[in-house]
């Protein structure tokens, strides 16, 4: 027999964007890579240019943000006002903290005086909801329990058992008003971990350019970027292959968006990743279309909510959906291995 609490998220992550070129004397996020000048050495920063860099852990992802900034004191204050604002994007949204605003949501059914980051946040993903025809869905935490529920037993959910689940999952039983959240389902429950992050290097970002940085690079999970990198090139940043944690299936160089990926390698209840952590609402399995969804938009809570919505509704839906979206671009790894990109997803680089 299942049950239907809210279990908590696992309490690791495998990260699927890695940032090449830090610009700097210092190891590039999550890959541990190097950017190397022709002649094979490590770039250094032009004079008078110095590098901030702190690491950290949040909303279940390994964070790291690297500021430039003439002043090190300055740009040591500016990563001091980001994580701060990364701690309080936590206490509202982390499935990981039992004091958050939404575990109490999800416990109490009805938040009073949210915070003002829950209502931006859960507003923009009814209209990625409306938008994905129900793709993008909050509500699939229920699924989630059923699958993590299951898979310590050693079995995966039958159809009885989805079934069951998946009537609670509908994102229209979230009401939302800036005095108050309520879920009018009474085995609702809510996740932000297909926006949250992305919404954290958002708040990053902001954060920073408040404290007069101009240029950084942002890992809250998604990847934010802010200027140039120290040489006066743009960021350069890598998309994990799917299949080889290690391996890189893309180089680009990003400027003035956000990106964000969704893969079913990050989190598989089975090896064959037929079964993993993003959820069809319509069905309640797996969607079987994608290995992995990246998408590069104007901010990091676009590019999130997008990824994962593109990964739930497939390959034609989801295209349909990023050419709507003014700013957004998509690459593509089927499930076959295939790749697809639109056209203005950045060009690779060598």
């Not at 701690?87 to 915070?115: A, C, F, G, W």
């Not at 992305?198 to 934010?224: C, K, M, Q, S, Y």
């Not at 390698?265 to 089975?270: I, L, P, V």
Request: proline letters at 4%; one cysteine or more.
């Amino acid at each position: 027999m299942m049950t239907d609490s809210v279990s908590k998220p696992p309490t690791t992550r495998r990260r699927f964007l890695m940032a090449l070129g830090a610009a700097g004397a210092s190891a590039a996020f999550g890959g541990g890579l190097w950017h190397l000048t022709k002649s094979g050495e490590v770039a250094r920063l032009p004079a008078g240019l110095q590098s901030a860099k702190r690491t950290g852990r949040a909303l279940g992802a390994d964070v790291s943000i690297l500021a430039l900034h003439e002043d090190p004191v300055v740009a040591a204050k500016a990563i001091d006002a980001a994580f701060a604002e990364i701690d309080t994007v936590e206490s509202v949204m982390s499935l990981y903290r039992p004091d958050s605003q939404i575990s109490r949501l999800n416990e109490k059914r009805e938040l009073l005086k949210p915070h003002p980051y829950m209502v931006q946040v859960l507003q923009k993903a009814n209209a990625v909801s409306v938008a994905s025809d129900g793709a993008f869905d909050v509500t699939v935490q229920p699924l989630w329990t059923l699958y993590v529920n299951c898979a310590a037993t050693g079995h995966t959910p039958g159809t009885s058992d989805i079934d069951r689940v998946r009537k609670h999952v509908d994102w229209r039983q979230v009401e939302v008003a800036d005095n108050h959240i309520r879920l009018k389902g009474s085995r609702t429950a809510i996740t932000l971990n297909g926006i949250a992050q992305g919404f954290a290097a958002d708040r990053v970002i902001a954060a920073l350019t408040a404290n007069g940085i101009r240029h950084a690079l942002v890992n809250t999970g998604e990847i934010g970027i802010m200027g140039k990198r120290g040489d006066g090139e743009c960021w350069k940043i890598g998309v994990q292959d799917p299949r080889h944690k290690d391996v890189l299936i893309r180089r680009v160089r990003l400027e003035g968006r956000c990106m964000a990926t969704s893969g079913d390698y990050e989190m598989a209840f089975t090896p064959d990743y037929v079964n993993n952590h993003i959820f069809d609402p319509h069905t309640g399995r797996s969607p079987q279309a994608f290995q992995s969804v990246t998408v590069a938009a104007r901010t990091g809570l676009e590019a999130d909510a997008l990824s994962t919505a593109v990964f739930a509704a497939g390959l034609e839906r989801g295209l349909k959906l990023i050419e709507s979206t003014p700013g957004a671009d998509g690459f593509f790894v089927l499930k076959n291995g295939q790749i697809q990109a639109t056209a203005g997803f950045p060009g690779e680089i060598s």
